[in-house]
């Protein structure tokens, strides 16, 4: 498929892949143990999460995030069910990646739309988009 500019995107590799899968397992272990330092692992430290209330866009830095995920008792220590899972990985160049996930902290069930860069350090989640629905 060809980028913006209407080239030809870069090839990825199955490495690419199976290194930015790496990365989602590694948050999706970090969100349901309240495990910040996995969190960390994944997560750029310049990183953002972003979600809309009451139309307006809510910015909730990385470490603040973090603060909230320590203060917090886990999915896991809750006993919560685990169902996390990708549902669109998109690597448009060697340098950029897109992934939509699914993951649950019941009653609420979000959707996440992760933008991740390569780095010197790999892969890492730069910013993510997320909704929840509470469900009963």
Known sequence: MPDASGKAASTT????????EAVIRTYFDGLYEGDVEKLGAAFHPVSHLYSERDGEVVDLPRERWFEMVRNRPSPAASGLARDDRILLLDISGPETAFVKVACQI???????YLVLNRTKAGWKIVSK????????
């Open 13 to 20: 590799t199955s490495g690419d892949v199976s290194a930015i």
């Open 106 to 112: 019941p009653p609420r069930y979000f959707t996440d």
């Open 129 to 136: 988009v997320f909704r929840a629905d509470v469900r009963d």
